[in-house]
């Protein structure tokens, strides 16, 4: 999804992003999406409406595939799609995937919320969103924009953040976006 859609539901900061050498970057940690690097390019890391945070390269450097979520993850793909509370996925089995999956956590909120990337392919413009809070997953196989998008137009029905946190967000006068 192009990162325009983005921009009019979350106009980018007026001061540019900071210039990050994709380059240098995946060199180290391996490819990242397309949609992730052109997200980090327009807005650079950060806060989205006060809770949402999209994680720079340095994060995900950092955190890798080791987090605690991921066997958690790994228990639910053995439950089955039945087990936990899923959107975006018309096949539960998709959304849950495997025990055998990997996962590179690109950001959260501040709830015990944490997004992913399942990686099932080489090429990283294939890897599905997973974001998950326990027991729930929002599931979005387009990617990171594409979520964002549709979290943030409304078309998605989230189940793994609260019933109205967005528009508690923003009745509570949190900015549509803050670098950080």
């Known amino acids: 999804m192009d990162i325009t859609q983005l921009t009019r539901l979350v106009p980018p900061p007026i001061e540019p992003a900071e210039i990050v050498r994709w380059d240098e970057v995946e060199a180290r940690i391996g490819k990242l999406p397309d949609d992730y690097k052109e997200l980090i390019s327009t807005y650079g890391p950060g806060t989205f409406w006060g809770d949402l945070t999209v994680n720079g390269p340095e994060w995900i450097e950092e955190s890798g595939t080791q987090h605690d979520l991921v066997e958690i ?3 639910i793909a053995n439950r089955g799609p039945e087990s936990v509370n899923l959107s ?10 495997t025990e055998s999956d990997q996962y590179l956590s690109w950001g959260g909120a501040s709830g015990t919320q944490t997004g992913f990337w399942r990686v099932t ?5 294939k890897w599905p969103v997973v974001f998950t809070e326990l027991s729930a997953i929002d599931y979005e196989p387009a990617g990171l924009v594409a979520y964002l998008v549709s979290l943030f137009g409304g078309a998605f029905d989230s189940v793994a953040l609260p019933e109205d946190w967005l528009e508690d967000s923003r009745d509570l006068g949190a900015p549509p976006f803050e670098r950080g």
């Open 121 to 125: 392919d080489a090429d990283p413009n």
């Open 88 to 97: 975006g996925a018309p096949d539960g089995r998709a959304a849950v995937g």
């Open 73 to 75: 993850l790994h228990r």
